[in-house]
């Protein structure tokens, strides 16, 4: 058995109070204090590979796109026309937002005429 303990200091109110963290195998029998392995988490692990696979589906499709169907300048990004729609559909959703925020103010704010 290892006697191992681990005392930290987790914080401190006024001048006479104090709360610890003390962990200890003399408290119960037969028990031993090991540190967690902190490895890496299966968040982290998802997050790269999709970052992989979309940066791999970009060099293809860039590649492909380039070498393959001879194309120039942006449009060899895959599906650009795909990305180009979004980009306008949020943009819209902008200019949408804006105004009903607008509305909104009109309707609950009695000096809406003088922010202008």
């Given amino acids: 058995?290892?006697?191992?303990?681990?005392?930290?200091?987790?914080?401190?109110?006024?001048?006479?109070?104090?709360?610890?963290?003390w962990n200890t195998a003399a408290a119960c029998e037969g028990l031993t204090i090991e540190e967690e392995d902190k490895g890496t988490s299966g968040g982290l692990i998802a997050f790269i590979v999709i970052i992989s696979l979309m940066a791999t589906y970009l060099i293809v499709g860039v590649l492909y796109n380039r070498f393959v169907k001879g194309e120039k300048g942006v449009h060899q990004i895959?599906?650009?026309?795909f990305c180009q729609a979004g980009y306008e559909m949020a943009e819209d959703c902008f200019v949408l937002f804006y105004f009903?925020?607008?509305f909104y103010l009109y309707l609950y704010s009695s000096d809406f005429l003088s922010l202008f």
């Fill in 1 to 21: 058995m290892i006697n191992q303990f681990f005392c930290r200091l987790l914080s401190t109110k006024d001048d006479c109070q104090y709360l610890f963290k």
């Fill in 78 to 81: 895959p599906h650009f026309a």
């Fill in 100 to 102: 009903l925020f607008l």
